[in-house]
């Protein structure tokens, strides 16, 4: 079955890209990005996509990797196959079965207002943290 067409930003599978990024609309990410990430639309991380960065967004879906803090203002979608290995504060959180949440967790209502009052955990959108190196499984060199 094939995608429904996409209108919005595509990183490509064979690109990698380091720096920060902001996108005003949708985007979808099946490379790699490093660095930080603002979106202000629905951002998909797809599958065999990573990302090393600290994510802020309206909308996060997640079918490859992401390593770092994550901002979630209306709702994060971990499905089956995604990774997440960082802390999070999102409005809204579905987790699938098979996904992988290593880290702190902060959702709903009470945890966006202490977000975006400085209260720790993820960063609020106005203040991105430095993102933390990727730590080698144990046993792969």
């Not at 005003?24 to 990430?37: K, N, S, V, W």
């Not at 960065?53 to 901002?71: C, E, F, H, S, Y």
């Not at 209260?119 to 106005?126: L, R, T």
Request: charged share 25%.
């Amino acid at each position: 079955m094939a995608d429904a067409p996409f209108n919005g930003t595509i990183i490509g599978k064979d690109t990698t890209i380091k720096g920060e990024f902001q996108f005003d609309g949708p985007a979808r990410i099946l490379g790699t990005l490093e660095g930080t990430i603002a979106s202000k639309g629905t951002l998909e991380v797809g599958e065999g996509g990573k990302c090393r960065a600290t994510i802020i967004a309206d909308r996060l879906v997640i079918d490859g990797r992401v390593d770092g803090d994550v901002t979630a203002r209306t709702a994060l979608q971990l499905n089956s196959k995604g990774n997440l290995h960082g802390d999070l504060v999102a409005a809204s959180l579905t987790i699938a079965e098979g996904a992988t949440l290593v880290g702190h967790c902060r959702v709903g209502p009470e945890a966006m207002k202490e977000a975006g009052s400085g209260g720790g955990g993820a960063p609020a959108a106005s203040e991105p943290k430095a993102v933390r190196p990727i730590a080698e499984p144990a046993g792969r060199r």
